[in-house]
């Protein structure tokens, strides 16, 4: 990595952060050349991929392998014609930035490229034409800019460009992969929930199920839809986070770029869970609260109910705001007067009325969601789980994000003076911050002491901290008076370049997958688009033979059900048979044989089910042949296996049977 990224020069002037000249004058033959070189890049890279497509190589072997052909020849051109006369770096330093430009190229081609595929609208022709148009094009500028540039470092986090293509990189990586690979069990259960529409849900309140939703409502049930609202919510997210920054000092892009950088907040605009709204809700209150406790403004009070209101409806957790914002007017003297006026107040009524849905729904059900997320969580044995709590923080926030959370606590005297309103309001702003993250993160760290307590959990707290993180990478700080800080900021570019390749590695595994290499066995939901289509396959031909309506039952809690729910739906969905049997209302959990199953023991209560014909799929044989699970129907057939791969690789197999005359209640205890 440190071929490529030279030792950090002193910050360049805010006022001139171009890139880097090539070591030849900007002129008509440089461009001429680069245009030649590039339109050759295209041909025969359109050429290559034609002719390996059609031998019959996988999508991912074809365009990797000619991309990768072309890359070199381009390189070679641009080398030894015009370079290698003078040089600007070393040859060593050239390649290893066309190693890295073209990693970086050949991951977001193939997201573009299985996307324009999946949506099945071109013909395999016009997609490689765009593939192969946009590779040459970022090849060509890539070749211009970074590649054969000067020595300076192009990877610097406070180049205005570099920074731009990065947020730029990092978007149309998640937007071209919403599609591509196959739902987490955690996202097919959501799309269960807006399946079943409703105001209030056991384990998480509904608005994830709400904007599930309106995308599925509006472009049917795919991963692409389900996925959208989360790329939404981060926009939303990172917008805040900027309206934040711009509070405390102007002009911090920065801020924009950790937030679509760092792992903690790239997923949040890719995985559709409660996370992805409540992210946007926390940066939204983040962003009223800092207007009213520290700016003042009465009118922001009202912003912050709002936004707490609908954050409560997004995920429980942000309801430690509440008291962090206590703690802060407690200690802030300026912010004590709010305790006399009715604004914080009408924040709150605000809040609550929009969380009514919930409540109602709560009352309903004999309180069982707000039982499950505090008794129930807090209940059970004891589990020590701050290692892993710590360690799967560093690993979102990355060891430079850590160590930059490290240094403004060890330079926080820099950060005072370098607020924008002077070092009064830079104190009280570093208060406000500080307390708004670390109080939310130490009741999770406390309750790591006894609880398995999930790191990602925390990932809102740590948006407080975001400004304060950006500085450390913008240049001309006060906060790189630090020394610390300094050399914190030194790790940054070779972090955001390997995250960038990392994620694009990850996308292409999932996606088109790799040549030769293989996909691990029965990982969920991996190879599950398959997996839907033959259960469906197979309980439309069960159908067809019995006339009975079948019930497919996924043993275990919920990742099989969810899963299968959603495949068989967009099998369905993709199938010209006319289907009436709705795969998501006729697939439950083993909550029928007395185990827990979420939200599944109220979609499909037991006795509703008896009498039924069930298609019984897991991941196990020995579920199937579990005696409790035998006497609650009079019949069980044959244990059959069903195989399914992804990509044309095989990726598990489970098993299936098929049991008949479901009985809700039996001699045997309900327990598999």
Request: glycine share 6%; net charge positive; proline share 6%.
């Amino acid at each position: 990595m440190r071929a490529f990224i030279s030792p950090p020069l002193p910050p360049p002037d805010p006022m001139n952060m171009l890139a880097t000249q090539p070591v030849e004058p900007e002129n008509k033959s440089t461009n001429s050349h680069f245009f030649l070189v590039g339109l050759l890049v295209f041909l025969l890279d359109l050429a290559i991929l034609h002719l390996l497509y059609g031998k019959g190589f996988s999508l991912s072997a074809a365009h990797i392998a000619s991309y990768a052909a072309v890359a070199i020849i381009g390189f070679s051109l641009n080398y030894f014609f015009r370079y290698q006369r003078s040089p600007s770096n070393s040859l060593k330093v050239n390649l290893a930035r066309l190693a890295t430009a073209t990693l970086l190229i050949v991951f977001l081609r193939g997201s573009i490229l299985g996307s324009l595929m999946l949506m099945d609208i071109l013909r395999p022709e016009a997609c490689f034409l765009i593939g192969a148009l946009v590779s040459s094009i970022l090849y060509s500028l890539s070749g211009k800019y970074y590649v054969f540039g000067g020595p300076e470092n192009y990877a610097d986090p406070g180049n205005r460009y570099f920074v731009l293509f990065v947020i730029a990189y990092s978007i149309l990586l998640r937007l071209f992969n919403l599609g591509l690979p196959e739902l987490l069990f955690e996202e097919a259960y959501y799309w269960n929930y807006a399946k079943h529409l409703d105001i209030g849900y056991l384990d998480h309140p509904p608005m994830v199920a709400w904007i599930i939703w309106i995308f599925t409502e509006a472009m049917g049930n795919n991963e692409f839809a389900v996925r959208f609202g989360a790329l939404v919510c981060w926009a939303i997210t990172a917008y805040f986070s900027y309206k934040l920054m711009l509070c405390v000092r102007a002009g911090a892009i920065q801020v924009i770029l950790l937030a679509a950088i760092l792992p903690a907040f790239f997923a949040i605009g890719l995985v559709m869970t409660p996370d992805a709204p409540l992210a946007a809700c926390w940066s939204a209150a983040l962003y009223f609260l800092y207007q009213a406790l520290i700016n003042e403004r009465r009118m922001a009070w009202a912003g912050a109910g709002v936004a707490i209101g609908l954050g409560m409806l997004s995920k429980y957790t942000i309801a430690l705001l509440g008291p962090a914002v206590i703690l802060f007017i407690l200690a802030d003297r300026r912010s004590r007067k709010w305790v006399l006026r009715p604004e914080p107040y009408l924040a709150v009524v605000l809040a609550v009325l929009l969380f009514l849905p919930v409540l109602i729904w709560n009352a309903e059900h004999q309180w069982i969601s707000f039982l499950y997320q505090s008794r129930d969580r807090i209940a059970g044995h004891y589990e020590f789980s701050l290692h892993t709590f710590v360690l799967g923080t560093i690993l979102i926030l990355t060891p430079a994000g850590f160590l930059s959370i490290v240094s403004i606590f060890a330079s926080r005297e820099f950060l005072y003076g370098s607020h924008k309103d002077g070092t009064e309001q830079g104190k009280r702003s570093f208060y406000f911050f500080t307390i708004l993250a670390l109080f939310p993160v130490s009741v999770f760290a406390g309750l790591s002491l006894f609880k398995e307590i999930r790191f990602y959990w925390a990932i809102p707290c740590w948006l407080a901290l975001l400004p304060y993180m950006a500085m450390v990478l913008k240049p001309g700080s006060q906060l790189h008076e630090s020394r610390l800080s300094e050399r914190i900021r030194s790790t940054w570019p070779a972090t955001i370049l390997v995250l960038l390749i990392a994620y694009g590695a990850a996308f292409n595994y999932l996606g088109l997958g790799f040549p030769a290499v293989p996909y691990p066995t029965n990982s969920y939901l991996l190879g599950w688009q398959d997996f839907g289509r033959n259960i469906e396959k197979l309980v439309t031909q069960i159908e067809a033979e019995t006339g009975d309506g079948i019930t497919v039952v996924g043993m275990d809690r919920n990742r099989i059900s969810s899963g299968l729910a959603f495949y068989r739906t967009k099998a369905a969905d993709e199938s010209s048979i006319a289907n009436d049997h709705g795969p998501a209302y006729r697939t439950s959990s083993w909550n029928l044989f007395g185990q827990r199953g979420l939200m599944y023991d109220l979609w499909f209560p037991k006795e509703s089910q008896n009498g039924k014909t069930m298609l019984l799929v897991s991941k196990s044989a020995d579920n199937l042949l579990n005696d409790n699970v035998r006497s609650h129907f009079i019949q069980m057939g044959e244990i059959k296996e069903i195989p399914f791969s992804r990509n044309g690789k095989p990726a598990g197999r489970y098993f299936y049977s098929v049991a008949r005359g479901y009985r809700s209640s039996n001699p045997a205890m309900d327990k598999p």
